[in-house]
């Protein structure tokens, strides 16, 4: 098998660093990074954590666009980002907050470098993730999602 057949190593083939400062950006409006998608599992992990019926949780504090259930982010932060910016749902939190930053669509480079560590202080900060690591958390995230 030559080179050129063989898949590449990823620019981050070293892995990758993160931790998480606190600051709650990752709850705030930022553009694109403004939408929490919530699986089925999440909604009933989270309705039941606050003691709500799955329905009355999604009409309280979700929309429904385009088929996903998205927790509402029409005001500057998340509802369940605390003054101390800590997460109110946090031992429920949704897969794409537990998973943050290791998302398929933040691995492109330019996106790490970009948006994402505009947005996030704790990049570049903490242990070092393997990229094997990072992957599996970045596929499982998509297959949370079911987008295999």
Known sequence: ??????PSKPWYSKGLRFQCTTCGNCCRNHGE???????????VRIAD???????????????????????RMDAPACAFLQEDNRCA???VRP????????????????TWEGA???????????????????????RETEEWYGEE
């Not at 990074?33 to 909604?43: E, Q």
């Open 89 to 91: 749902i946090y031992p």
């Open 95 to 110: 897969k794409q907050c537990a998973t943050w930053p290791f998302w398929e669509e933040n691995l492109e480079r330019a």
């Open 1 to 6: 098998m030559s080179n050129r057949s063989r």
């Open 33 to 43: 990074y403004s939408y929490v998608y919530l699986a089925p599992l999440d909604v």
């Open 116 to 138: 994402v560590t505009e947005c996030c202080p704790g990049i570049g900060k903490g242990p070092l993730t393997p990229a094997a690591e990072v992957e599996r958390i970045a």
């Open 49 to 71: 954590y606050l003691g709500l019926p799955p329905r009355r949780f999604v009409d309280q504090y979700c929309l429904l666009e385009d088929g996903w259930v998205t927790l």
